[in-house]
């Protein structure tokens, strides 16, 4: 089993609508969670962090994390067609990152 | 201020090559790391640095994989002997205390191996 696994996608939208993003993970222990985007040739970009239960709002951007359930996910809101990008969960292990392989994005005009 | 900077941008090698990537973090940064990104997947640690040790070199894929760090800045990661699956994008990362979430992303470098 992957510490962090994430469908690959592509998970298509239309313009407006909510895209819903999800990750699991393996290691029980693990206190943070990060979201990165990543648009094509470029390198990852911080967008959210969560560390408690529950939901943390940014904007559009909304996370949920449900550690019984070892699992947490990523809300946008308003998806626009500039979201369209690889979008990377990870896992903070000891001093590093532990990153799923990331949901491809297609949000539609 | 200046963002962490990588160079080459591109490099194209023949198998069996040695080759140098080379990572300047943010100034005053003390942890950095590599990771490695292969196409379609998602970014694979490779190696830590707090200062100028290395407290996890866990994810070195073998042992044609070395990085140095020297003054608690510049770092270089070394390829032996390059192999065509060594092909990828290397990214450095640093942060300022080693804080897994405030790591901040250089560039990378594309290393095409012929």
């Known amino acids: 089993q992957k510490e962090v696994e994430q469908n690959s996608g592509p998970l298509s939208v239309p313009e407006g609508a909510i895209a819903s993003l999800n990750c699991t993970y393996s290691?029980?222990?693990?206190?943070?969670f990060f979201w990165y985007r990543q648009y094509s040739g470029k390198s990852p970009e911080l967008i959210m962090s969560?560390?408690?239960?529950g939901d943390k709002e940014d904007g559009r951007f909304t996370a949920q994390l449900n550690k019984a359930s070892q699992y947490v996910s990523l809300l946008i809101r308003d998806s626009q067609p500039s979201d369209s990008a690889t979008y990377l969960c990870?896992?903070?292990?000891?001093?590093?990152?532990?990153f799923g392989t990331g949901t491809r994005l297609l949000v539609s005009p | 201020g200046a963002g962490v900077s990588q160079s080459p941008s591109n490099k194209v090698t023949e198998k069996g090559k040695d080759v140098e990537l080379r990572c300047d973090p943010i100034?005053?940064?003390?942890?950095l790391y590599w990771y490695r990104q292969s196409l379609g997947q998602g970014l694979e640690f490779l190696i830590y640095?707090?200062?100028?040790?290395?407290?996890?070199k866990s994810g070195l894929p073998s042992d044609r994989f070395s990085a140095e760090r020297t003054g608690g800045s510049v770092s270089t990661l070394t390829i032996q002997r390059t192999q065509q699956e060594d092909s990828a994008v290397y990214l450095c990362?640093?942060?300022?205390?080693?804080?897994?979430?405030?790591?901040?992303f250089g560039p990378g470098t594309r290393l095409t191996v012929l």
């Open positions: 640095f707090q200062g100028n040790s290395a407290p996890d």
């Open positions: 290691d029980r222990g693990s206190q943070s």
């Open positions: 990362a640093s942060s300022p205390q080693g804080r897994a979430d405030t790591q901040y």
């Open positions: 100034s005053g940064h003390t942890a």
């Open positions: 990870a896992v903070a292990g000891f001093q590093k990152l532990v």
């Open positions: 969560i560390y408690s239960n």
